[in-house]
Each structure stands twice: as C-alpha cells, then as structure tokens.
C-alpha cells in the first residue's frame, strides 16, 4: 500500500510539472516582464495576461500560439505565449512565408515605415521589364532580381528610420513565420543581441539539442529564404545574394 502510494503520489507530481505546472526562475519571470513591458509599451491588458502566463505556464496550442510544444519546457512555453500575445496585439508583426513579399507595404500601412516614393519597396520591382505569364522571370531577370535585393533592404531599413524606427527579428526555431519588432532606436540599443531564452531541447521531432530563442539585427537571410519560397525562386538563384 505504501509503495502504492508513493507511486501515486510521484505520477501526481510528474502530470503536474508535464503540464506546466513547474515555476518559472524568478530571473528568467523578470526578463519577461521586462520584454513584453517595453515591446508593448506598458499595454495594460498585455501586461495581465503576460503575467498570468508567467504564474500558470500555458499548456494548450491556443494559449502557447505554436504547435507541437505542449510538452516544451515551462519557460519557453510561456515566452511563446508571450510573443504570441503581443503579436495578437500587434506590438510584433508576424509574416508567414507565403506573404513575405507583402511585408514593406504592411509595414508601410501601419504607419511604421515611410518609403517617400523609393520605388525599391516593392520587391517586385527588383525585376526589370514585363515578366512572362507562362514561364516566369527570364534567367536575365532573375540575375537583376538578385542583384537587387541589398538596395531592397537598404530602402527598408531607410524608410523605417525615416519613422524612428529599428527593425529587429525574434530569431525563434522551427515555423513559418518571420517575427518582427519595429523597436525605437533606445528599445533598439537595449535589446538587441539579448537572449531571451536558452534551454535544452525535450522534443523528438526537434534535430537541435538546445533551444535559443533571442532577439537580433533584422533577419534578411530569413527574408531571403522566405522570398525563395514565396516566389518560387529557381535552386540555381537560390542563395543569399550579398545585401551589406
């Protein structure tokens, strides 16, 4: 009977940390406060539900925004749920692959960007000339295509700027989605380069053995290969153009 009990009582325990119910490090709770504080600008609501996220760690796909990570780690299922909530908020903007190209105009629509006429906005200017319905961009319009990109993303990083604006990545594993942040030049300074979570990965059907979620420089190499999928981009101009 005892034994019985004890072995009762340690799968109570083991059902209670697998579905959340293990805390989170008091250092690791106050960075993200911290985050969701200064990426939402102190939003009242945000700030509740990050802090009940933070106090009983999501559990359900709904709660946590992602896939596949109910049984991720307490922390980094809450720091999902957080950049969840605040892209629900739209305090972040996420772009999934499919749509990338539309990102400058998104940008553009909600007043964080100002292009002031630079008719690079719009990726598929890049492309010189009438492209052909049936086969697609010629070999010669793929090469201007390429050789375009870096004026592409000089002309959205000078038009967010023109709006005080820095664009920042949330450099997250596995998705569809490019997370973006457009920071002011302080939020900038302040959190870029910052880990936001560090941890050893549980999940099987993730190859790495760590997972590092942070916030970085605007993730083009990202862009780039979202644009590949997007647009179909033929393997042979595939790789990342030089853009600095």
């Not at 961009?137 to 295509?145: C, I, K, L, M, V």
Request: net charge negative.
């Amino acid at each position: 009977m005892i034994r019985r009990a004890i072995c009762a009582a340690l799968l109570l325990v083991s059902s209670a940390l697998a579905g959340g119910a293990q805390p989170i490090p008091d250092q690791q709770a106050q960075l993200f406060v911290e985050f969701a504080r200064d990426v939402s600008g102190n939003d009242p609501q945000v700030m509740a539900t990050a802090r009940d996220l933070i106090e009983t760690p999501p559990t359900t796909l709904e709660t946590i925004g992602y896939y596949g990570l109910e049984d991720a780690p307490a922390a980094e299922r809450t720091l999902r749920g957080i950049i969840s909530l605040l892209d629900a908020h739209g305090h972040i903007l996420g772009f999934e692959d499919k749509y990338i190209n539309e990102m400058p105009l998104v940008l553009e629509q909600h007043g964080l960007a100002d292009f002031a006429g630079d008719p690079q906005k719009d990726i598929m200017s890049l492309f010189p000339g009438e492209i052909d319905p049936e086969t697609g961009p010629s070999d010669t319009q793929w090469r201007a295509f390429r050789k375009g990109f870096g004026g592409h993303v000089r002309a959205i990083e000078a038009a967010m700027a023109r709006k005080g604006h820095v664009l920042l990545s949330l450099d997250l594993p596995l998705g569809d989605t490019l997370h973006l942040w457009c920071a002011s030049t302080a939020m900038a300074e302040k959190w870029r380069g910052q880990v936001l979570y560090f941890g050893r990965n549980t999940l099987d059907r993730r190859y790495f053995s760590t997972v590092t979620v942070a916030v970085t420089d605007a993730a083009w190499d990202d862009y780039w290969g979202f644009l590949t999928y997007a647009l179909f981009i033929p393997e042979r101009y595939s790789d990342l153009p030089d853009y600095e």
